[in-house]
């Protein structure tokens, strides 16, 4: 895995990765810095951070077709999002720049009978366009919010554009040079059938499956007089291994697999899906409704707190612990600002019960559990008790513990946890879910909003497909990563090389952890080690024969140097809160025991050697 080349994805040639190989702590730092010898070779990325080739792509066309020469164009799979996009740039871009923007939205031209089997995947784009100058403030928004398109979404919907199976929303206000333009009616297989054709036979549509879909797609309304090449050739680029009929059975089961009601390996239509009643939530009146699924784990976080500003009214919020960075910048940047505590301490609750009984209050209590990467665990028994005091609501993101070793719901308002990492464990499809707790006293107000705000439909379809095949094993994972993370802990802990590590077991806040563990589970897969020197760390990273990219959860461990790439431009201010700049983040994976444990041996060595060399 070490030989991974720099700008690969991980795993490798893997279309739709959410990792890419930076394999030395050099490349990181030349990450970082922009060097044409990393940056060029990217073929892929985090996706809030890299906008994937396969978007790049579309945006290109867009506005090729609709823009100014030489303006860039960020993609979002719905108006509403789009429209929130450009007022947040417009809100920070110099005027004239944010005079360039224009939103364009683009939908399924139904009027071409063969598109019409395609409407239930709703293949929608939005598109912001505006001069490059005003890229920078728009990738904020991309990067906070996770409200971007997914690359797969793109890449099936620059696939209707070309084919001129999209047309310009009739909503969209047309600028001159769209105006200007003429969507293609597409090729001849697409287009209603002519007068000259009245005297030929009608094709019949292609014949249904078991499932009553052609080839992956309803059939819909499709008649008799249809062209059958038309047919057959929309199914065959685009239906691909996409069968509509299972999307709505697939997110039932991920729900299901989220509330702890389906552990099981469970084939989608081979038998009913379980009673949400029996859960590992403890919570015997939660619903598949109350479940939420978003395209990204972050992108979760940014509508609950949409979700809570609607339903409570603007408020500051606490950030409670070291965060992950755009937690933190959403709730700076998307209301009226948030307390940042940032070590997850009794001394932080202890300074923030004194401001609640001076008079202060709050929206929210944002925590992860446990944190990212220093692996700390807060006191959930006294936050609960505060926020039923003091009248603020609770959201944990439970994605590090993982909802298959920990149970936080009873504690919280909200949970919220990224499908991404060891739910998906693939590293190859995006994914979110928020959990609203129907005991919790916002409950209602949170509902009320989500069902007239929340847009079920920017979860794609494939993505969905995916990651609920992705995460048919994850109960029986979660367990082997558990004991892989143990016995790599058992090594590292007492080398002499390590200066701290960092881990669930192991760090002071360990009875906070106990609290919710579920009986029987063990304490996750990630963990941070730091080293005494600098060099140690670096020759330990650049030596251990692992992935090393950004992410976690994958089945495949996953070693990065977290702090530097998470924080480069502020490490120091991270130093402050106990996140060193040379921590080394370690994701555990499904390898045998021994042999990642030998790995883990070998990178030590290294380490020793620098240690011996001085």
């Known amino acids: 895995m070490r030989n991974i080349e720099v700008g690969q994805s991980i795993p490798p040639d893997t279309a739709h990765a959410v990792s890419v190989s930076l394999p030395t702590w050099r490349s990181n730092v030349g990450y970082e810095e922009g060097e044409d010898w990393v940056v060029k070779k990217m073929t892929t990325g985090y996706p809030r951070f890299f906008i994937h080739l396969s978007i790049e792509a579309f945006a290109r066309d867009i506005v090729d077709k609709f823009g100014p020469h030489g303006y860039r164009a960020v993609l979002f799979p719905t108006k509403r999002i789009a429209a929130r996009c450009a007022s947040f740039v417009k809100s920070l871009a110099p005027p004239a720049l944010a005079e360039s923007l224009t939103v364009i939205s683009l939908v399924l031209d139904t009027s071409n009978p063969a598109a019409r089997a395609l409407e239930p995947l709703t293949p929608a784009i939005s598109a912001v366009i505006f001069a490059p100058d005003a890229f920078p403030f728009a990738k904020q928004y991309w990067q906070h919010t996770g409200d971007g398109v997914s690359s797969r979404r793109a ?42 054709d009245a005297g030929k036979k009608p094709q019949p549509p292609l014949s249904p499956t078991a499932n009553g879909h052609t080839n992956g797609h309803p059939t819909g309304n499709i008649t008799a007089s249809e062209d059958s090449e038309s047919t057959r050739f929309l199914e065959e680029r685009f239906g691909r291994n996409l069968d509509i009929s299972f999307v709505a059975p697939a997110k039932s089961a991920i729900k299901r697999r989220i509330a702890g009601a389906l552990r099981a390996n469970h084939e989608l239509g081979a038998a009913p899906l379980p009673s949400m009643s029996a859960n590992t939530r403890g919570i015997t009146n939660l619903k598949e409704s109350d479940i939420y699924l978003f395209p990204c784990g972050m992108n979760a976080i940014f509508n609950a707190h949409r979700a809570l500003l609607g339903a409570r009214g603007p408020m500051k919020s606490i950030n409670f612990g070291f965060p992950y960075v755009d937690t933190l910048k959403i709730l700076q940047k998307f209301g009226p600002g948030c307390v940042f505590y940032g070590h997850a301490s009794e001394s932080d609750l202890d300074d923030l019960e004194a401001q609640l009984k001076a008079g202060a209050r709050f929206l929210a209590f944002f925590c992860e559990f446990p944190g990212n990467p220093l692996l700390t665990c807060p006191n959930l028994v006294r936050i609960r008790a505060l926020a039923d005091e003091y009248d603020f609501a609770v959201v944990v993101d439970e994605t590090i513990g993982t909802f298959a070793n920990i149970n936080v719901l009873p504690f919280a308002d909200i949970v919220v946890s990224s499908l991404t990492k060891i739910f998906s464990g693939d590293c190859n499809v995006m ?26 439909d920017t979860y794609w379809s494939e993505d969905i497909i995916f990651m609920e095949r992705n995460s048919r094993d994850f109960a029986s994972r979660i367990d082997r990563i558990n004991a892989n993370a143990d016995a790599i802990c058992a090594i590292l802990r007492p080398h002499p090389a390590i200066a701290k590590l960092y881990y669930p077991r192991y760090v002071k806040s360990r009875p906070n952890y106990e609290v919710v563990k579920l009986p029987g589970s063990g304490y996750g897969g990630v963990l941070s080690i730091t080293f005494h020197k600098k060099a140690q760390a670096v020759a330990f990273f650049d030596m251990v024969d692992t992935a090393k990219g950004p992410s976690l959860g994958t089945n495949f461990t996953l070693t990065s140097p977290y702090v530097l790439l998470a924080h480069y431009q502020e490490m120091e201010w991270a130093r402050e809160y106990g996140a060193d700049p040379d921590l080394v983040r370690i994701s555990v994976g499904l390898e045998e025991t021994d042999a990642i444990v030998a790995v883990f041996k070998e990178a030590l060595k290294a380490a020793e050697a620098v240690e011996d060399s001085t």
């Open 155 to 196: 890449e099936f919907c620059h696939g209707l554009f070309k084919d001129g199976l999209l047309r310009l929303d009739d909503s969209t206000p047309r600028s001159p040079t769209a105006a200007a333009q003429k969507l293609c009616r597409g090729p001849r297989r697409y287009r209603r059938t002519s007068s000259i």
């Open 431 to 456: 994914g979110g879910s928020a959990i609203f707790n129907p005991n919790g006293r916002y409950y209602a107000a949170l509902t009320s909003f989500a069902q007239a705000s929340f847009e079920e």
